[in-house]
């Protein structure tokens, strides 16, 4: 199993850019989240997953689209990027439908919005 | 609202030691769980140990215990003869039972061990 994995690892945007990061879990989790972690901060939700179809949003969402169209992929979109959303990107999945079985944890995104 | 409190930004200790990391915690709510969260340099986080809150006894995972106070609100975590590959960021996280939303974090510990 690979686990979760994100692409990309690095990306640099213009301010009003728009993107996709891309999230694929092969472990058939039903729980997704994205989170995103500020220096000096811990992980804050953006919006997560309970399943293909139902997505909900966390504590920081403005900004930022998901779908989750399949149990493996959930991929977190920016509309128009920010300054403000440098940071780095962390996705994770769990088993089950809640977030308090451990979470995997992908190896991040850094993102930088110029 | 739920905070999380890790009053210690930066901690040392020497190899084979023992070390203890604090977090304070603030809710309403009797069921919930707790969590301690690894990030190393590589930055993937790693799940260290999990607590449920109706369960009196403590969590212990190898080298990893808390010792969990409910009524103080308190969750620190021991590392029993630290090892250098200890050495990471620690994460004190907050999750209210039935809620299919959020995860609440500390802002971190950086533990540095030393040879």
């Known amino acids: 199993n690979a686990g979760v994995t994100q692409t990309p690892k690095f990306q640099v945007l213009k301010t009003g850019q728009s993107m996709t990061l891309q999230c694929a879990q092969d472990?058939?989790?039903?729980?997704m989240s994205w989170y995103r972690q500020d220096p000096g901060m811990g992980l804050r939700l953006i919006h997560y997953s309970v399943g293909a179809g139902i997505t909900d949003q966390g504590e920081v969402p403005n900004g930022y689209n998901v779908s989750r169209s399949t149990t493996e992929d959930f991929p977190l979109r920016l509309l128009s990027a920010a300054p403000s959303q440098t940071s780095v990107y962390f996705c994770a999945s769990t088993p089950g439908a809640s977030p308090y079985n451990e979470q995997f944890f992908g190896p991040g995104t850094r993102l930088t919005v110029l | 609202a739920q905070t999380v409190t890790q009053s210690q930004p930066e901690m040392s200790v020497q190899e084979a030691e023992t070390v203890t990391l604090s977090c304070t915690y603030d809710t309403s709510e009797n069921n919930y769980y707790l969590f301690w969260y690894k990030q190393p340099p590589s930055r993937q986080m790693i799940l260290v140990i999990r607590?449920?809150?109706?369960?009196?006894q403590n969590a212990t995972e190898n080298r990893f215990s808390v010792n969990f106070q409910k009524a103080a609100k308190s969750f620190s975590l021991k590392i029993s003869d630290s090892q250098l590959g200890d050495t990471a960021m620690y994460f004190c996280?907050?999750?209210?039972?039935?809620?299919?939303?959020?995860?609440?974090f500390g802002k971190g510990t950086k533990l540095s061990v030393k040879p």
């Open positions: 607590q449920e809150a109706y369960k009196q």
């Open positions: 996280a907050y999750g209210r039972r039935g809620s299919q939303g959020n995860l609440i």
């Open positions: 472990m058939n989790h039903e729980y």
